[in-house]
């Protein structure tokens, strides 16, 4: 019974209990604007609004972030600016390239080079 009214009482606890916990991004590479992962009630929010680029909808609309922008410390909303086609850099087509590469010494810098990076521009900014 206390669950349950906690539960009710609290939003934010309850997406943080079903959240997703894994982002497939091979899977949504080139169609991250209709993850599920970016979903206003399935996931962590949608794209952001110009000009400040916050996110407009999900659990953490209004959040206030302290870390970032890169490795700066400063209160700032959550920003976005999905790209689809930046995010078909994160398709298993370039990850299974990094992982027929011989060693660690040459994979870690491929998919440091298009898989990430793609993940990253295909957000424009931040997941949470």
């Known amino acids: 019974m206390a669950h349950s009214r ?9 997406y943080l209990l079903t959240a997703p916990r ?5 899977r949504d590479a080139g169609k991250f604007s209709k993850s599920e992962l970016l979903d206003p009630d399935t996931g962590f929010g949608g794209d952001g609004v110009p000009p400040s680029n916050c996110i407009k909808d999900g659990p ?5 972030n302290g870390i970032g922008p890169g490795h700066l410390i400063s209160d700032h909303c959550i920003d976005r600016q999905v790209n689809d ?7 298993q087509t370039f990850v299974d390239q ?15 080079a298009l898989p990430h990076v793609g993940g990253h521009a295909g957000v424009g900014a931040e997941v949470i």
């Open 98 to 112: 990094c992982y027929q590469l011989q060693n660690y010494t040459t994979a870690w810098p491929c998919m440091e």
């Open 6 to 14: 906690m539960m009710d009482s609290t939003p934010k606890l309850k």
């Open 22 to 26: 894994y982002w497939d991004e091979p």
């Open 85 to 91: 086609l930046a995010s078909q850099f994160a398709s």
């Open 60 to 64: 953490f609309v209004n959040y206030t």
